[in-house]
T-cell receptor, first 114, second 113 residues
Framework: KAGVTQTPRYLIKTRGQQVTLSCSPI?????VSWYQQTPGQGLQFLFE???????NKGNFPGRFSGRQFSNSRSEMNVSTLELGDSALYLC?????????????FGPGTRLLVL | DQQVKQNSPSLSVQEGRISILNCDYT??????FLWYKKYPAEGPTFLIS?????DKNEDGRFTVFLNKSAKHLSLHIVPSQPGDSAVYFC????????????FGKGTTLSVSS
């Protein structure tokens, strides 16, 4: 079974631009969560989508948004990029979106904002 | 304010010996804990978990211990192997946070042969 895939793997943008990252969960998984990893803050939860609905949101500004499609694929969008948005963005999928289910992570998208 | 802390950024162990990775938490509402391992250029991989109703969980070479009164958990790897060299993340979950995992900043384990 294919794992979680994320595209693109690397991205360079400039301040003020916007970016869209994509995540394809494991086949059959309905929940997709997004995390941001930075050296200073570690891994931080952004939001979770289940059945095309945002179910949970972390403490990030409104510039960070996402959506989920009917096939469970998810996209994350960051508008008006800031230098501090440079990070590794990870998505994770789980089968039924239950709290104690294992979340399987993708390899991440490394975003560099110049 | 960090709710999950891994106070040792790095740990070096010889092959065959025990590796002990530690994690402390501050939120008493956490009731489920996990350990993930991460290699460079890969996403975190789930290792083992423990519910707050238990104090120990084993899976092969990996054992997680939970001390609720001390708000402390540890991951024991016995015996350690060079392939265990990676960054280890402790994570916690609470009912009110839904499926969101709260991660520590990680400990880099180096196992030398």
């Amino acid at each position: 079974k294919a794992g979680v895939t994320q595209t693109p793997r690397y991205l360079i943008k400039t301040r003020g631009q916007q970016v869209t990252l994509s995540c394809s969960p494991i086949s059959g998984h309905r929940s997709v969560s997004w995390y941001q990893q930075t050296p200073g803050q570690g891994l931080q939860f952004l939001f979770e989508y289940f059945s095309e609905t945002q179910r949970n949101k972390g403490n990030f500004p409104g510039r960070f948004s996402g959506r989920q499609f009917s096939n469970s694929r998810s996209e994350m969008n960051v508008s008006t990029l800031e230098l501090g948005d440079s990070a590794l963005y990870l998505c994770a999928s789980s089968l039924g979106g239950r709290r104690k289910e294992t979340q399987y992570f993708g390899p991440g998208t490394r975003l560099l904002v110049l | 304010d960090q709710q999950v802390k891994q106070n040792s950024p790095s740990l070096s162990v010889q092959e065959g010996r025990i590796s002990i990775l530690n994690c402390d938490y501050t939120n008493s509402m956490f009731d489920y804990f996990l350990w993930y391992k991460k290699y460079p250029a890969e996403g975190p991989t789930f290792l083992i978990s423990i519910s707050s109703i238990k104090d120990k969980n084993e899976d092969g070479r990996f054992t997680v211990f939970l001390n609720k009164s001390a708000k402390h958990l540890s991951l024991h790897i016995v015996p350690s192997q060079p392939g265990d060299s990676a960054v280890y993340f402790c994570a916690a979950s609470a009912t009110q946070a839904g499926t969101a995992l709260i991660f520590g900043k990680g400990t880099t384990l180096s196992v030398s042969s």
